[in-house]
Every structure is written in C-alpha cells, then in structure tokens.
Nanobody, 128 residues
Framework: QLQASGGGLVQAGGSLRLSCAASGRTVSNHVMGWFRQAPGKEREFVSAIRSGGSKYYADSVKGRFTISRDNAKNTVDLQMDSLKPEDTAVYYC????????????????????????WGQGTQVTVSS
C-alpha cells in the first residue's frame, strides 16, 4: 500500500516536498516512481528511482525536482523547487513489484505500465 502526502497550494517559484510511504514492501528493493495527471490530460511520468539508486526525470522537471529515498522511514520523496503553474496536477507515487531488478532501458522507468501499485494521489496547485 502506498500513501502520498505533501501536496498543497503554492505560488509560482515556490517549493513543495511530496512523500510516499510504503507499507508491506521495502522501497529500497523496488523501482519507485512519481507520475502526475492534470485535468483533461493523461498521466505522465515525473521521476523514478531504481533500487540501485539511479534516478530518472522528465525533461520538464529536470533541474527543478529531486527524487530521494529514506530507507529508515521507508519513503520516497519528491522535492519540487521553482514550481510553475504547469506543474499543477494530482501527483501519484507508484511501485514496481519486481525485486531489485537489474538496470533496464530508461523507457522501462518512464512507462506507467511498469508499475504495479499506485498511491491515492496528492493535489499540487501552483498559482501564477
């Protein structure tokens, strides 16, 4: 089970930190991802982290967002800085059930079909 938190309303240029808490699985053993879905749009990839620690980012957030993992808390966080109105969306965390998978092509981590479990989503609204 995944529980996302940390969303809210922020002005453009501001920051938010999202957190995804996992129960029943250890996040460090799995690929963990963040996706987002804006009204009327498809769910899109934001960021992912492999069990080995490699990180992936969508071009639209590269340099502004940082994904990290807290093994002690069994959480995966998404630090979002320099937020823009176009970042407004519901943000979902996701988990790939594969256990300590070897390195795969980048497309594997950005494809929402890779992920087996999804959190409930947390709303992020960025005002201009």
């Amino acid at each position: 089970q995944l529980q996302a938190s940390g969303g809210g309303l922020v002005q453009a240029g501001g920051s938010l930190r999202l957190s995804c808490a996992a129960s029943g699985r250890t996040v460090s053993n799995h690929v963990m991802g963040w996706f987002r879905q804006a009204p009327g749009k498809e769910r899109e990839f934001v960021s992912a982290i492999r069990s080995g620690g490699s990180k992936y980012y969508a071009d639209s957030v590269k340099g502004r967002f940082t994904i990290s993992r807290d093994n002690a808390k069994n959480t995966v966080d998404l630090q979002m800085d320099s937020l823009k109105p176009e970042d407004t969306a519901v943000y979902y965390c996701a988990l790939d059930a594969g256990f300590r998978l070897p390195f795969r092509d980048t497309n594997y981590y950005t494809d929402r079909l890779t992920y087996d479990y999804w959190g409930q989503g947390t709303q992020v609204t960025v005002s201009s």
